[in-house]
């Protein structure tokens, strides 16, 4: 039997979580604030590369919510650097062009500064092992997250981690949150109603 999650019911988890944070997102008028929350997307299946190095068994050192910390603050780090020598220099050049069109970008952009994307980056990374953490433990061989301070194992509801139909449901249910997202915070909502608005006007025989 497979210990780890098939990826599909990783994803499905991730999708989940995540599709609050990119509605609110992306009603307030903040989309690269909703891209980069994607990120989550990348850091999640890191706990599992593991199994390519020898001495580390799978669910062990990586599985824990130390690792979480960690990978928090590098991401913190990284969206220090970013903010600070790349988004701010580049609303900066933005601001000084004089063309309109540009406007809503440069007052997006600006919104990135350091502090903001060293506070994404911490929950970017931080949470995305903790998701992945969440999809081992509700299987039923669970993980060791507060390894090395306690071998305690912890599992909840016991899935197999190879069952396809719990993957599916997971994966089913990630995708159906973020369609719902699509459809009431993206012009692709607006664009759905129309053409059932001008199928509806559409005369029947």
Same mark, same amino acid.
């Given at each position: #039997?497979?210990?780890? #999650?098939y990826?599909?019911?990783?994803?499905?988890?991730?999708?989940?979580?995540?599709s609050?944070?990119?509605? @609110?997102?992306?009603?307030?008028?903040?989309?690269f604030?909703? =891209?980069? %929350?994607?990120?989550?997307?990348?850091?999640?299946?890191?706990?599992?590369?593991d199994?390519?190095?020898?001495g580390?068994?799978?669910?062990?050192? +990586?599985?824990?919510f130390? @690792?979480?910390?960690l990978?928090?603050?590098?991401?913190a780090g990284?969206g220090?650097?970013?903010?600070t020598?790349?988004?701010?220099?580049?609303a900066?050049? =933005? +601001?000084?062009?004089?063309?309109?069109?540009?406007?809503?970008?440069?007052?997006?952009? %600006?919104?990135?500064?350091?502090?903001t994307?060293s506070?994404v980056?911490?929950?970017v990374?931080?949470?995305g092992i903790?998701?992945?953490? =969440?999809?081992?433990?509700?299987t039923?061989p669970g993980v060791?997250p507060?390894l090395?301070?306690?071998?305690r194992?912890? +599992?909840?509801?016991?899935?197999?981690?190879? %069952?396809?139909?719990?993957?599916?449901?997971?994966?089913g249910?990630?995708?159906g949150?973020?369609?719902l997202?699509a =459809?009431?915070a @993206?012009?692709l909502? %607006?664009?759905?109603?129309?053409?059932? @608005?001008?199928?509806?006007?559409?005369?029947?025989?």
């Open positions: #039997m497979r210990i780890a #999650m990826r599909n019911g990783h994803v499905g988890i991730v999708l989940l979580f995540l609050p944070f990119l509605y @609110t997102f992306l009603r307030a008028g903040r989309p604030l909703a =891209l980069l %929350s994607l990120g989550v997307l990348v850091i999640e299946p890191l706990p599992n590369r199994q390519r190095f020898d580390f068994r799978n669910r062990g050192t +990586s599985h824990t130390l @690792t979480a910390a990978v928090g603050w590098l991401c990284g220090w650097v970013l903010g020598y790349v988004t701010a220099p580049i900066d050049w =933005l +601001s000084t062009t004089g063309i309109n069109a540009f406007t809503w970008i440069v007052v997006r952009f %600006s919104a990135l500064d350091a502090p994307l506070a980056g911490w929950c990374g931080s949470s903790v998701l992945h953490l =969440l999809g081992d433990i509700i039923g060791q507060l090395p301070f306690s071998k194992r912890v +599992s909840f509801v016991g899935l197999h981690p190879d %069952s396809r139909l719990a993957n599916g449901l997971l994966f249910l990630g995708a949150a973020i369609l997202v =459809l009431l @993206t012009p909502g %607006s664009v759905l109603q129309t053409g059932l @608005t001008l199928l509806s006007d559409i005369p029947t025989p």
